[in-house]
């Protein structure tokens, strides 16, 4: 059984900063790509950002790249997710997940699923 537990949302003025946890269970936690996406009321899933299983390699979608940055403790068995300059279209539940296959930004490649933490940025 793996479990990944978000935490670290909540509401934010444009402009500001927050940082996202994803505490996962189970000891293989090292083995794996991880990645975040997020939701917004009425819109699919999209991807935000991947991280590699060791931490080497970083992927981000064009919307965030610049502004957000991944990193990984693997030590902890927990990803982060730094999400700096918000914007009110940052706004969504934001959800880690654990990769099948490696880095990539397609949802049906990650296999376990947190369940979300609420991001909202006010204008």
């Known amino acids: 059984q793996v479990q990944l537990v978000e935490s670290g949302g909540g509401l934010v003025q444009a402009g500001g900063s927050l940082r996202l946890s994803c505490a996962a269970s189970g000891r293989t936690f090292s083995s794996y790509t991880m990645g975040w996406f997020r939701q917004a009321p009425g819109k699919e899933r999209e991807f935000v950002s991947a991280i590699s299983s060791s931490g080497g390699s970083t992927f981000y979608a064009a919307s965030v790249r610049g502004r957000f940055a991944i990193s990984r403790d693997n030590a902890k068995n927990t990803v982060y997710l730094q999400m700096n300059s918000l914007k009110p279209e940052d706004t969504a539940v934001y959800y880690c997940?654990?990769?099948?296959?490696?880095?990539?930004?397609?949802?049906?490649?990650?296999?376990?699923w947190g369940q979300g933490t609420q991001v909202t940025v006010s204008s």
């Open positions: 997940a654990r990769g099948r296959i490696g880095v990539t930004a397609s949802a049906n490649t990650y296999d376990y």
